[in-house]
């Protein structure tokens, strides 16, 4: 018969879930409300409580919440060209990564050479360096062949820096999946493509979703790359937030920015929401031999 835990500690279980919650959920609540004042109110330095009540959102608007920050973002600062641009780059390094690891992975699992040991480690390798000191080498023939600033380039740029980690969490998937499905499916006829795409696939799909969610994060919140290698009228979200703060010359619009943070963090939330499920089998499934 199962013990059941003592009082105190799901008591204090439940208190430091709610804190973490607490943590965690408090500064988005924070800038999402913020979003919808005024700069005077949400960076008020006389009382923080202006950022609740609105006074001066009150005084200049007529309102206590306005949707100024989201209107210049989205219409006067244009950031809907630079969220169509981020759908197409990162559906663009999710689709490609995939494709390349699933087939990479599967074949380096199945694989009894020794190169297929070489190569995970050069991936790895090459995962472990910072991603701008490998972007120096694109640089050159970009501009000599005028493909530096086009979002083509820039996925090519993401997936070559991507595709190591796709790889090795593909890799790994595929490590715990046991050959006697392979092996079943081309006795019953299956080729090896036939096998893979059928037989094997279909049991790992968690792991493809979660390789697949952090292949998009990835892309989605990039910043120095996509800054370095696209131009203004090519910007993705995260750099063209970062255009509103201004700069030395220039001045900004900070609540042009935490609208488009919110704006920009909101599918995020959205998106692990809908594949919670996927993640976690996904997350299980790699630590669980098969």
């Not at 202006?50 to 009150?58: D, E, H, V």
């Amino acid at each position: 018969m199962a013990r059941k835990s003592p009082i105190w500690l799901s008591v204090l279980s439940l208190g430091f879930l709610v804190l973490w919650l607490a943590l965690a959920s408090v500064p988005f609540l924070w800038t999402l409300w913020g979003s919808f004042k005024v700069e005077a109110d949400f960076f008020s330095r006389q009382d923080w409580r202006n950022a609740l009540f609105g006074m001066r959102t009150l005084a200049e608007t007529g309102a206590t919440s306005t949707g100024l920050g989201y209107e210049g973002a989205w219409i006067k600062e244009e950031f809907w060209k630079a969220t169509i641009n981020t759908g197409i780059m990162t559906l663009s390094v999710v689709a490609i990564s995939l494709t390349l690891g699933t087939l990479g992975g599967y074949a380096l699992s199945r694989s009894g050479f020794r190169y297929a040991f070489w190569i995970l480690i050069i991936a790895l390798v090459f995962r472990a360096m910072p991603h701008i000191t490998l972007v120096s080498g694109y640089l050159l023939p970009f501009f000599e062949l005028n493909l530096w600033g086009h979002l083509t380039t820039t996925i090519i740029v993401m997936v070559a820096i991507n595709q190591p980690f796709t790889l090795w969490m593909l890799h790994s998937f595929f490590q715990n999946i046991p050959k006697d499905l392979d092996e079943s499916a081309m006795v019953d006829g299956c080729t090896r493509f036939q096998a893979f795409r059928y037989v094997i696939i279909p049991v790992m799909w968690p792991g493809v979703i979660t390789t697949g969610l952090f292949s998009f994060l990835l892309a989605y919140n990039d910043f120095a790359l996509t800054g370095l290698l696209l131009t203004e009228e090519n910007r993705t979200m995260v750099p063209k937030i970062a255009s509103f703060l201004g700069n030395a010359q220039e001045q900004g619009n900070v609540m042009y920015a935490v609208a488009a943070v919110v704006s920009a963090t909101a599918p995020l939330f959205v998106l692990v929401m809908f594949f919670q499920r996927q993640i976690v089998s996904g997350l299980t499934a790699g630590a669980v031999k098969g």
